[in-house]
C-alpha cells in the first residue's frame, strides 16, 4: 500500500533532519516544484496532483533545499562554505538559459536530484530515471562520492 504523502513528507524531513513543510498545489507553468522560503511551504505543480511518484520527487528534491540551507547555516566546513556562497547566487526557472544547463550543472541541483534518487530508490522502492540524458549515471557517481550525506 502505498503511503499518504503526509507520511511520505513526514519520514524524508526525519531523514534530512529538517521539520516537514506544508504542500500546495499550484499552477507553476513548466515547473515541476517549487520551494518557497519566506512562506515556508513546497509548491507542487498542480498537474502531479494525482501523481504519487512525481509528488514524491518533488518532496524529496525540495526538501533537500530546505536540508542544503540549513547544513549551510549550522557547519563551518568546506561543503557548508561552498553551499552558503551558491545559495546565494541560485539560478532558478526565471534566470536559467534557453535550454537550462546553467540549472542542471549547480552543485545545489545535482545534489538534490541525487537526494532524490537516493532516498526514493532505497526506501521506497521507487525507480528513479531522470528525463535528462547521461543525467542518472552522473548522479549515481555523486551519490557514491557524498554517501555520507545523502
Not at 110 to 126: G, P, Q, R, V
Request: aromatic share 12%.
Amino acid at each position: 500500500m502505498t503511503k499518504t504523502i503526509k507520511q511520505l513528507s513526514k519520514e524524508i524531513a526525519e531523514h534530512l533532519g529538517i521539520d516537514p513543510l506544508p504542500i500546495k498545489y499550484e499552477d507553476l507553468g513548466d515547473e515541476d516544484s517549487r520551494l518557497y522560503t519566506q512562506e515556508e511551504y513546497v509548491g507542487i505543480n498542480k498537474k502531479y496532483k494525482d501523481d504519487y511518484e512525481e509528488i514524491a520527487k518533488c518532496i524529496a528534491h525540495e526538501y533537500r533545499h530546505v536540508f542544503q540551507i540549513f547544513y549551510a547555516d549550522l557547519f563551518h566546513d568546506e561543503r557548508a562554505t561552498r553551499w552558503k556562497g551558491l545559495l546565494r547566487t541560485q539560478i532558478n526557472s526565471s534566470t536559467m538559459n534557453d535550454d537550462g544547463s546553467n540549472y542542471i550543472n549547480q552543485e545545489l541541483e545535482i545534489d538534490a536530484f541525487a537526494f532524490t534518487k537516493f532516498y526514493l530508490e532505497n526506501f521506497e522502492d521507487m525507480e528513479v530515471i531522470n528525463r535528462i540524458d547521461g543525467l542518472d549515471k552522473y548522479l549515481d557517481l555523486y551519490i557514491k562520492n557524498n554517501i555520507r550525506i545523502m
